[in-house]
């Protein structure tokens, strides 16, 4: 009994491979799904058939079946359909195995295809917009400062090259993100002089951390435009970056003139919103429930703006 078992079992361990390259090569879900089918179905008579004769020819081969018994054994029909009802269940069992991983794999492909073709969307409409208001920026000042607007075009063609390079990341070392904002920063010190300071308290170990590309760029061109450039005197922006446990800390902070009638978002964000509605979307879409973003006033003035990401560090290729 215990010798009939292991050839049995033997016999669907030799035809499983079988199963699952049929099954790789016709899937049921893809178009010709009929045609599959059928081909299946037609594969479980054929595997039920050589498992019904492999099996005799394996007990006549150890003398567990005689001759005779052989011959009856093997065009007994009800033996044939009993063989034939074993390999349809097995086969069923492996194909419906093998076909749900496949299409779970695939609709996870599909996921994150359309995560990346919506965050590659996200990053063209935040481009135009940005280089935008950085051109609008120079025009005022080529008939008011030649040399500083020559000074300022050089740099924005640094920051186009360092934008194009690292296009297609959806993240960045946070020290790319920071030398980019720098670039960024002495522009607008250029163009509004002293009544522009920045503060920068970034913790040496955070520099390797992943963060989205671009991410600090919406935050800080909001900061100047609502906040600091309506103040005659100017003010200052703060940019800080740390760690906590498996958490990535970024900071954003002005001493400008602060929220309007707790509007916040409203008088927090570029003219037709692009800015923090991009980071929201980005954010969402990389992380998922895994971050927290928030803007809120300071007390007297100011807005400041954290953001919460899991800590991921930059793996050298």
Same mark, same amino acid.
């Given at each position: ?27 049921? *879900? $893809?178009?010709?799904?009929?045609? +599959? %089918? /059928? ?6 008579? &054929?595997?039920? #058939? ?21 011959? *009856? $054994?093997?065009?007994?029909?009800? +033996? %044939? /359909? ?6 349809? &269940?097995?086969? #069923? ?225």
């Amino acid at each position: 009994m215990i010798a009939r078992l292991i050839w049995g079992c033997g016999i669907s361990a030799l035809i499983t491979p079988l199963i699952l390259s049929l099954g790789y090569y016709f899937r049921i *879900s $893809s178009r010709h799904f009929r045609r +599959n %089918l /059928f081909l299946h179905l037609l594969f479980v008579i &054929l595997t039920g #058939a050589i498992q019904h004769l492999g099996y005799h020819l394996g007990l006549l081969a150890f003398n567990i079946l005689r001759e005779e018994g052989f011959w *009856s $054994s093997v065009f007994n029909v009800n +033996n %044939l /359909f009993s063989f034939i009802s074993t390999s349809f &269940l097995r086969n #069923a069992a492996v194909i419906g195995i093998q076909q749900a991983y496949f299409f779970f794999r695939e609709s996870q492909e599909r996921a994150f295809r359309l995560q990346q073709a919506e965050l590659q969307m996200l990053k063209m409409q935040l481009h135009p917009h940005f280089f935008f208001n950085i051109l609008n920026a120079i025009s005022a000042l080529v008939y008011r400062s030649p040399a500083d607007a020559e000074q300022i075009i050089t740099k924005l063609g640094d920051l186009f090259r360092a934008a194009l390079r690292k296009d297609k990341a959806q993240e960045i070392r946070l020290k790319e993100e920071l030398e980019f904002l720098d670039a960024l920063l002495q522009i607008h010190q250029t163009l509004m002089g002293k009544r522009l300071t920045v503060k920068w308290e970034i913790q040496p170990e955070v520099l390797d951390a992943l963060v989205p590309n671009l991410i600090l760029q919406p935050l800080v061109e909001n900061a100047i435009k609502h906040g600091i450039a309506p103040l005659e005197g100017g003010g200052q922006i703060e940019i800080s970056a740390g760690r906590e446990n498996e958490s990535l800390f970024l900071r954003v902070r002005d001493n400008g003139v602060g929220l309007v009638q707790n509007e916040q978002t409203k008088n927090f964000s570029d003219g037709d919103g692009i800015g923090l509605e991009n980071t929201r979307a980005r954010l969402r879409n990389l992380y998922g429930d895994a971050h927290k973003f928030e803007i809120r006033g300071v007390p007297g003035s100011g807005v400041v703006v954290d953001m919460e990401i899991p800590f991921r560090e930059h793996l050298p290729e």
